[in-house]
């Protein structure tokens, strides 16, 4: 499959006792997306048994089909005739190829004018089609208001702090700005610093963000010790004295507590020469620090091996 292909992935909540009819609305769906131009695959994704959030996910050969799709007529009335169904509005993935990772993340809130919504969703897809074409782009989801909030959620990924700031100070975003003013009243953005926004803090300016697989690294090496002293001391007693679910609730809050002011601060301390490595020494450093970190986890498992 061309590395030029568009993805699209969306999820929907549907209401309790209407998922028959979300079923049928599916198929619908389906039958008239595969009539498009440009469709390669699609792919339905069943909820869980404790979900029901439904998925569907599109193929298409390139962004310009996809963003056809997403603006036609017949979806827009596909929309219009599932809103009954659905407990919350779409969640949607476009990303240019698939298997896409999150580098790093800008978090958009934005405050849309309630008459101008559906303008405001096409101007994503336009300004997604313009980012498919800058370096390191990963894709973004962009998510409607939840119950209680006025603001629409994006989270816009790129590879590279680079890459990312190369799209951002643009000429091109620039004139997509001008326009979005017609749509919308205010605009908050965030930098997500990775995958574990509060516990792996943001790089110094002439350091390396560090890679999502180092920083989930980390957290086993401080969660392990957490969970296995949990399971041997705490949950048999939290078994006894309370339900299961009141019992495992305590049991994450603690667990949670401690790895966030206890242990990652401790590893994040220990580890700092490798999360963020001066740039010319990066994979020297990136591959000293993965030795150790699985040393430590051999060690640990032989710690905790008779407990």
């Not at 017949?74 to 298997?99: D, F, H, I, Q, Y």
């Not at 989801?141 to 209680?148: T, Y």
């Not at 001391?233 to 679910?245: H, I, M, Q, V």
């Amino acid at each position: 499959m061309s590395n030029n292909t568009a993805h699209f992935e969306g999820r929907m909540e549907v209401r309790p006792g209407r998922e028959r009819e979300f079923s049928l609305w599916q198929d619908r769906y389906r039958e008239v997306v595969s009539r498009h131009t440009g469709l390669l695959s699609s792919e339905l994704i069943l909820p869980g048994p404790e979900s029901r959030t439904w998925s569907i996910r599109l193929v298409f050969d390139c962004a310009e089909s996809l963003g056809s799709w997403l603006s036609s007529p017949e979806r827009t009335e596909l929309l219009s005739k599932v809103a009954p169904l659905a407990a919350s509005g779409m969640t949607t993935r476009l990303s240019p190829e698939s298997g896409s990772s999150l580098g790093v993340t800008e978090a958009f809130f934005t405050r849309v004018r309630p008459e101008r919504q559906r303008e405001y969703q096409l101007w994503q897809i336009k300004i997604h089609q313009v980012q498919t074409t800058f370096p390191g782009y990963r894709g973004m989801v962009f998510q409607p208001p939840v119950k209680g909030q006025n603001d629409w959620t994006t989270l816009l990924s790129f590879d590279t702090v680079e890459h990312l700031e190369a799209w951002l100070v643009s000429e091109e975003r620039e004139q997509l700005l001008k326009e979005l003013a017609n749509y919308a009243d205010a605009v908050r953005q965030w930098r997500v610093p990775s995958s574990f926004p509060g516990w792996i803090p943001p790089a110094p300016a002439d350091a390396e963000q560090p890679a999502n697989w180092k920083s989930a690294m980390l957290v086993v090496v401080g969660l392990f010790p957490l969970v296995m002293l949990q399971m041997k001391y705490l949950n048999p007693w939290l078994l006894e004295a309370l339900p299961l679910s009141p019992g495992t609730m305590l049991a994450n809050i603690l667990s949670v507590s401690l790895i966030s002011y206890l242990t990652m601060p401790l590893c994040i301390r220990l580890f700092r020469w490798w999360l963020y490595p001066e740039r010319d020494k990066s994979r020297r450093v990136s591959a000293a620090g993965t030795l150790v970190v699985l040393s430590i986890y051999l060690m640990e498992v032989a710690l905790f091996w008779n407990l």
